[in-house]
């Protein structure tokens, strides 16, 4: 198992290893060829999925890293619906101190790992609040904040949604303090006689004041120090601010979570839950799918599910039915092939699968109506922090499993539509008795496998999943 | 008469038979350039009125079609501010199936002509509702709807507001069932494994099931399936959803119309006829203009009205302010010597008369604040459905008729105004007994040539709609 | 003390005169070089101030005036959240007429200076209201307004914040009355034949009553006739509309201000003062800054802050963290001999100071989250009039003075912020005793001068202003 896990960290670190499915491995080509896909990562022309070289980095030190992703239409001509909104991710090593900045956007911060505290400077005065794994916490656009990651020797992991409130798409970042490079505090920038005026200190005192700052925008504290400020924090259920009891973070994980079974577990807060996600039109999720299981074939009617993956590995597949655009170019013979019930491209209407693997810090997008499904990889469980915006009436529509919409169907439609008896469309649409989360593909060939005699022998192409984990096992 | 009427349909059936008024026969040019009006139906620079060419079929088969009319900033720089709206047209033919699919938007329906059944499924179950001519029923983004023509000789017409809820101003298809060509489910682009498994259906299964698919959007239907799904649909008034009341269609033409008078009716519908349009912040109208009469001159004071016309034909005249931009490149010459009270356009503020033919098809947008007005031919009523978007706090306002809002205007005000006594405004002002249905110019002229001598005889240029018509009637 | 004053309004009357601190005069460079100033104020680029030259005249004749600010995304790419606004001003002489007209857009109205009176006909009816100065009156895209100066002596001067309902950043004109040049009725842009119809009147008539028509938007009125008119007008108080009070102006002196000392006055109103600012997300603010004061530094968390200044001089210091954008060229060299403490640009975070003179008619715009100061002049009082836009939830924040929201950090989180103790950091954050208005730049040079030996003698630089008021002064 070392080999294959080495192998796998190896494939997975390049963290954009994205591809196109409709370039996998047939039956015609065994030999996978992992040249190819190097290019297709190059070429960038996944749409929807993006790894690490779309990221750039506010804050990169040995303290810890601020990274956000590129605006959404720059990365994908498909994604000007989420133009306004960022993604951010914050690391940070055991007991660091983030110095205080505002931004010029609302934040949406979940805490994926890690235990700290936050302090936010707003309507004059300041709340302090621990933060813990799975909470959620909104942070107003010009509120000054601070963080600490108060533990020994485990690092503050914190995926963020950005919705910039002043330029479209654009945000900002204010240091109230800090000397120079990564930091470097605004008051700096004002004239010298303007400042002595505003502060009222004469100038040489200002000098000498700002001449002793800092210029890291993270930095190591002593213990004392980090452990004077999260006392004073309160913790979610029982702070001292009562009165204002929803700005306060709220909990994801310890809320019951929506679907549950032995193949994974989803979790959803709205506004009912976090009052304070209801201006923002956000919705936070948080999916865990378990090694070899898959998080059925859905469609959110309205909503952009933007997911960052926290954990774990695996795929996804998003069917697009946009083609005119120029991100995808290659070739779908092979495709064809592998799957001789389709029609030859030229003539129509055609979708366009969009798959690629997934690893800690990819982060995908399922647009509004395009079927999406997810997999776990059989290594390790999947999983994923989802930021769905323009939340507001949309409803996650599954078109597979038990509760699958389709099945709703009168008779005769289905019979219509299908252009076979109805009951053949039942044995197809209702076949699955699982629901939300199923097994996976691999998970179920190898049930395939012992189940029945493998009637069709080489005569079938070689699947998916078991051509990439090929590579990875080293066959 | 059949002649003349064979020749309106020959000019009509151009549809995009739309012309800047500003080049109108006048006495010096009596014989009436049709050639030249092609050149400008095809120098396309009409920015308010939109014919078949500005439309793309989606689908167009012997079993009927979907039009979608071109993204408005695309046909028009002066529409950027309806940029995420979009006209969409769908005609069936008797006994067919229109198969399920779900949109990306949000859509309204009208009801223009024939009777039908539609099915919605959306919140874990299924809706069906009877449609009949008038019928407003307000589908949203993702649910999975199905149509039904149920007449046996009549064509099923509905007239659709798209408003995307992904990228703006595109609207995405996705079909649920079918084969390839117009058609292609998008299960068929999940990858053969991940279907497999979430079907939990075998392989050879699945490509038996798909081979059998049809590939049309809307198909022929054998009447007893037809008459069996239409059993299954609810009428408005009486459903057995009580409990989702909203949710139903609206039937617009059974309610109180605004205005009705022997020249023309208006019905109007907004968020509290039908709760459903709340959201979406638009008003569906119905105007039936009689056959010689006219809409007086409105202006909306916000919202956009975006005019269908279903049946009849009949120009429209719309006031534009806008020039700098280059849709306009006509001399205005013989215009100036038609109407000897302008000054010349080289000085000052100028507004631009654009007027265009209208026939069943035909669109055409009157913007915020652009004062409009629309005339019935003298041959058919003129049946137009509005979709007015953005439509809060909107108001219709008035600019002839008894109902003048100029007629407001203090007294001393008129004086300062218009340069002349109030009694001279007055007179001008509210010369009109009628109101909002008013006679049209035609209709007007005859009547004056009965009732007065022609004093200025051969002297002033023929009118506008006269010489329209001796082209139609062959004079 | 006339010759300084004659100098000072001559550079004031360039309107424009703004400069980019970062080039002002150092000690290197005693003699204050007026020529590179107006090589600044050609260059135009300053992204957040505006003056004469970035307005376009609809209207200037002998009467009145009226300008309107080019688009700000026009102005400055740093302006793109509002491009859906405008800024226009108004100015008429005594008893003059403005005529008919509406607008296809939303308009906030604030009364500058005069006395004047306005008629909104809107929803049938008319509405009329004397105008004081401190009015706020909202006018709703496409009511019909007219408005009267009924002073004998005094100009009428209206400062507007315009929201396009039509298409984004552009607004339209209409006049109702008016023969050419600057206003044209749009009556005389519909057909002769249709007009004859819609009005009910003779062609010959209709051309008697466009030929006589007046071609100018503001006109000289008889004082009777302007006595008539604002005899029918109500005063906000008691008018004859108590069922629609809401509409009416909202005094916004009349109020008690939101701070106020011997240093200056803020008065605010929003959507709870005046219902019908709810709707636009917007709020109107006065600032009288005492001359030689200044408004301390602060940021607005959400609203872009669209300052007009009415009358006075000053500057504004607005530090801004973009400058990937084209718009600040300047060297910085000088500046950082002036203040070395600054670390050098090339590494790390910089924002940069973008400041300018103000004087009456300069525009500036304080975006979202940008800390902003604002100084007087120590020649006069410099009032501002302030449209905020998107300002729910907005809070204004003081980052200097005796509120400065800094003052909240933890004692811990100070010193690990600026590196220095505790103590320190509350002598620099805490020395200012006054809050909201302070002793400007140069009131306090003079303080100082007063109070202590100039130990530093000619060893540090001459302060900003003293340089600026050098020049001013002909030392």
């Not at 959404?72 to 090593?93: H, K, M, V």
């Not at 009165?243 to 989803?266: A, E, H, M, T, V």
């Not at 996650?396 to 008896?421: D, M, R, Y």
Request: aromatic letters at 8%.
């Amino acid at each position: 198992m070392k080999k294959p896990e080495l192998c796998l960290l190896l494939l997975l670190s390049l963290l954009t290893f994205s591809f196109l499915s409709t370039s996998t491995a047939s039956h015609h080509d065994q030999s996978y060829d992992l040249r190819e896909k190097q290019e297709w990562q190059k070429g960038g022309n996944n749409p929807y999925v993006f790894g690490e070289e779309s990221f750039e980095y506010l804050v990169r030190s040995e303290q810890g890293k601020v990274k956000v992703l590129k605006p959404f239409p720059e990365l994908s001509p498909l994604l000007q619906g989420i133009a306004n909104y960022r993604i951010d991710y914050l690391e940070t090593e055991p007991l660091t101190f983030v110095v205080p900045t505002h931004l010029d956007a609302d934040s949406i911060f979940y805490v994926v790992e890690g235990e700290g505290a936050i302090a936010l400077l707003h309507e004059g005065s300041r709340e302090s609040h621990i933060l813990e794994k799975g909470d959620i916490i909104r942070v107003w656009a010009g509120s000054i904040i601070y963080l600490i990651n108060k533990s020994k020797n485990q690092k503050l992991k914190v995926a963020k949604l950005l919705q910039p409130v002043g330029n479209p798409g654009r945000v900002q970042v204010f240091y109230s303090a800090g000397g120079d490079q990564e930091a470097e505090s605004y008051y700096q920038s004002f004239s010298i006689e303007l400042l002595e005026a505003a502060l009222n200190t004469r100038r040489d005192r200002l000098h000498q004041f700002f001449a002793s700052q800092r210029s890291e925008a993270i930095i190591k504290a002593p213990e004392e120090k980090i452990r004077a400020i999260a006392q004073h924090s309160s913790r979610s259920e029982s702070g001292p601010w009562p009165f204002i009891r929803s700005k306060r973070p709220f909990n994801l994980l310890n809320k019951q979570p929506s679907y549950k079974n032995r193949r994974g577990q989803l979790y959803e807060a709205d506004k009912n839950d976090y009052d304070e996600l209801k201006d923002l039109n956000a919705r936070v999720s948080y999916t865990n799918i378990s090694r070899g299981s898959m998080l059925a074939p859905f469609i959110n009617t309205r909503a952009f599910k933007i997911a960052v993956v926290v954990k774990g590995s695996g795929y996804v597949e998003i069917i697009s039915p946009e083609e005119k655009d120029n991100w995808l170019r290659q070739s779908r013979r092979e495709h064809k092939e592998a799957e001789p019930w389709r029609q030859p491209e030229e003539t129509g209407r055609r979708y366009t699968r969009v798959s690629s693997l997934l690893s800690e810090g990819s982060v995908f997008v399922s647009p509004p109506g395009h079927p999406t499904a997810i997999v776990a990889s059989k290594e390790q469980n999947l999983q994923i922090v989802c930021f769905e915006v323009r939340a507001e009436n949309n409803e996650l529509v599954f078109i597979a499993g038990k509760n699958n919409i389709l099945s709703e169907l009168q008779e005769e439609a289905k019979e219509l539509a299908f252009g076979v008896p109805a009951k053949m469309v039942d044995e197809v649409l209702r076949g699955q008795e699982e629901e939300v989360f199923l097994a996976g593909p691999r998970e179920r060939e190898r049930e395939r496998e012992r189940e029945t005699e493998r009637e069709e022998g080489g005569k079938h192409e070689k699947p998916l999943m078991e051509s990439i984990m090929e590579v990875v096992e080293g066959f």
